[in-house]
T-cell receptor, first 113, second 114 residues
Framework: DADVTQTPRNRITKTGKRIMLECSQT?????MYWYRQDPGLGLRLIYY???????NKGEISDGYSVSRQAQAKFSLSLESAIPNQTALYFC????????????FGEGSWLTVV | AQSVAQPEDQVNVAEGNPLTVKCTYS??????LFWYVQYPNRGLQFLLK??????LVKGSYGFEAEFNKSQTSFHLKKPSALVSDSALYFC????????????FGSGTQLTVLP
């Protein structure tokens, strides 16, 4: 079983719909992240959380929200999806410490039509 | 501020030849540097990182990278490329003295030709 699990792996949704991407981890890490990958742009940080009561905006948080339901669960929501939110979304985790390695899930392909 | 540049979108190399994937960075202080690899339809996998100490870092699958502070570079290398090394490679940096999280480069597509 994967250490970082994302659901759904693929989703097509319509413009204006609300969509939630879920992430769970079994690594026991405190820190969790949501990234977005677009061709030619690399990965950009959407939100991150250092513990259950901590939520921080990343580079591109507009149009997104998150919820840290438990140490092991971190969900990303698009309240009203738009086509330019079509992308590959990654959840990731890391232990404490600035130099600690970030571990990624398998990704969730989201297409907004 | 922190940033990272991967100047080559695409690198082609013949199987058995040495490979280099370039990365340069910019930070205000000292850097933490990482390399990740992404195979098709998969997540990013950690290859190696530089935190402190020896400038030559050895990682998974025979890859290594050399931290060069004067040139602000952290190029990824492998002495003998395999077809199975074909993938998308990402360099990432974090400034040790910053609250900012990891910044990723735009990625380099490596193709190893049989």
């Amino acid at each position: 079983d994967a250490d970082v699990t994302q659901t759904p792996r693929n989703r097509i949704t319509k413009t204006g719909k609300r969509i939630m991407l879920e992430c769970s981890q079994t690594k026991g890490h405190d820190r969790m992240y949501w990234y977005r990958q677009d061709p030619g742009l690399g990965l950009r940080l959407i939100y991150y959380s250092f513990d259950v009561k901590d939520i921080n905006k990343g580079e591109i948080s507009d149009g997104y929200s998150v919820s840290r339901q438990a140490q092991a669960k971190f969900s990303l929501s698009l309240e009203s999806a738009i086509p330019n939110q079509t992308a590959l979304y990654f959840c990731a985790t890391s232990d404490q410490g600035a130099g600690n390695t970030i571990y990624f899930g398998e990704g969730s392909w989201l297409t907004v039509v | 501020a922190q940033s990272v540049a991967q100047p080559e979108d695409q690198v082609n190399v013949a199987e058995g030849n040495p490979l280099t994937v370039k990365c340069t960075y910019s930070v205000s202080g000292n850097p933490y540097l990482f390399w990740y690899v992404q195979y098709p339809n998969r997540g990013l996998q950690f290859l190696l990182k530089y935190i402190t100490g020896d400038n030559l870092v050895k990682g998974s699958y025979g890859f290594e990278a050399e931290f060069n502070k004067s040139q602000t570079s952290f190029h990824l290398k492998k002495p003998s490329a395999l077809v199975s090394d074909s993938a998308l490679y990402f360099c990432a940096v974090r400034d040790m003295g910053s609250a900012r999280q990891l910044t990723f480069g735009s990625g380099t597509q490596l193709t190893v030709l049989p």
